[in-house]
């Protein structure tokens, strides 16, 4: 059994923040709790006391107003996979998807995969992609900052002691825009990700007007990846540019992990799930992996 | 510490104990219910053995803090049957040969009915997708998935003949 200090249920969020604020780092946010009850469990963080965000309706619900899109951070990964309103960003239902198995997806959290900052996380590369902010909440107030700067490390995040991650905010892709995600596990269900990339593609009058590339489990912390952008920004979808973006993705890779021992595999592994991701977004067509 | 004051229902009863917050739902259904039809396997929720539904949602019942629970639904084996009948999956794992050592039958049972409630008529993928989360070590899953195939088939067929 874990031994802990203190176990809180606030029902509100005000209520939550204070507690949290006057603990120190004494108290922690509990969300889905499927990476931190087995940590604690197993004697891998320290026993403190747990704040269990569950009942707090401010952090639930996804909505859209005009092109905007919230999601409440205690919305679980099933939630997000299943979502209406999500079905013009497919990338993030995918990536939602491809998350462990049925029982961590109805469990686990979008807020919790940010806070908890894995390398491998599946929709924080999603969200990369999308240029999705957060906003976090704290006794003190509130302010907004970009997922991936929230991220600073494996397991290192930039939030400050006391403070909560609210909802994650986007705008929905531009008209003519098509999305997907695309993992590498060593097996379907339940694995970490070895690798996601995550794309958004814009055309304009059959060109490429605005492209968003994402790559995870490839150094510290999911990232927009520019250089791969550019490859294909103004260009016409074709079998050629599926070719160069691939080699080009394969370099990025190459760069990004040095003198890592899995980058000989990383760097070969990459061109696959980008040819299938491309595949698909140009073309209708390709094998989903994951 | 403080004991948490648990309510939750189980089983279709509501139950109220005092536990400590520590527990996992997993052992306050096993150790203090005496429910022992949950399994537990590797407790990292890797391998499905502790699945339950909680709120209609399958769950690893070995990542849930027995204070998440509170104020929810749990079904765990044991509530499947209805006045000493076995549920149509219960039967269909018996027909099928679907069970052999065991261990994995209470979670995979409940996967597959956490599935069904969802997606009455699932295909073959759907099958292998809902049960991703719940290993097996003997059957090699291909009689687990014809036994929810069958399940599946006699449910359509009652709801058919309900509807006539």
């Known amino acids: 059994m874990l031994n802990l200090s203190a176990y809180h249920q606030p029902k509100s969020l005000p209520e939550a923040l204070a507690l949290l604020g006057s603990s120190g780092r004494a108290l922690r946010p509990l969300a889905g709790g499927t990476d931190l009850v087995p940590a604690l469990t197993k004697g891998e963080t320290e026993p403190l006391g747990l704040v269990d965000l569950s009942r707090i309706p401010e952090l639930r619900g996804i909505s859209r107003v005009d092109n905007q899109i919230r999601i409440g951070s205690l919305s679980t990964f099933g939630e997000i996979e299943n979502s209406p309103l999500l079905l013009a960003v497919p990338l993030l239902r995918e990536a939602a998807a491809a998350v462990g198995s049925p029982q961590i997806r109805s469990q686990g959290t979008i807020g919790g995969n940010i806070a908890n900052a894995s390398p491998a996380a599946d929709t924080v590369t999603a969200l990369a992609a999308l240029d999705a902010v957060a906003r976090l909440e704290s006794a003190a107030g509130s302010r907004s900052v970009q997922v991936s700067e929230l991220l600073c490390g494996v397991g290192q995040t930039k939030l400050l002691p006391g403070e909560v991650i609210k909802e994650i905010l986007f705008q929905v892709p531009p008209q003519g825009s098509r999305s997907g995600f695309v993992k590498l596990g060593r097996r379907k269900a339940l694995a970490i990700a070895r690798m996601n990339l995550a794309l958004v593609i814009t055309f304009e009058a059959g060109r490429i007007s605005r492209a968003r590339v994402a790559l995870g489990a490839v150094g510290p912390n999911p990232s927009r990846r520019p250089a791969l952008e550019l490859v294909l920004l103004g260009q016409e979808p074709s079998r050629t540019l599926i070719d160069e973006f691939a080699m080009a993705a394969s370099k990025e890779v190459g760069q990004m992990l040095g003198t890592r021992p899995s980058v000989s595999y990383k760097r070969e592994a990459v061109k696959g799930i980008a040819r299938d991701l491309l595949q698909r977004l140009f073309f209708g067509a390709g094998q989903v992996v994951g | ?164």
């Not at chain 2, 527990?23 to 949950?38: F, K, N, P, Y």
């Not at chain 2, 499905?48 to 709120?55: E, F, Q, R, T, W």
């Open chain 2, 1 to 164: 510490m403080e004991k948490f004051q648990l309510k939750m229902k189980v089983n279709g009863r509501t139950v109220t104990v005092a536990v400590e917050p520590g527990l996992r739902l997993l052992d306050v259904l096993r150790d203090v219910l005496h429910l022992t039809g949950t399994k537990e396997g590797c407790g990292e929720g890797e391998c499905g053995a502790c699945s339950v539904i909680l709120d209609g949602e399958l769950v690893d019942s070995c990542l849930v803090l027995a204070p998440q629970a509170h104020g929810k639904e749990v079904v765990t084996i044991e509530g499947i049957s209805r006045e000493g009948e076995l549920d149509a999956l219960q039967r269909a794992f018996l027909t099928a040969g679907a069970v052999q050592c065991g261990y994995c039958t209470p979670g995979m049972i409940l996967a597959a009915k956490a599935l069904l409630s969802r997606n009455p008529n699932p295909g073959r993928q759907e099958i292998a997708r809902g049960i991703s989360g719940n290993l097996c070590r003997c059957t090699g899953y291909a009689k687990i998935v014809k036994a929810v195939e069958l399940a599946a088939a006699e449910l359509q067929q009652k709801e058919g003949a309900a509807g006539v």
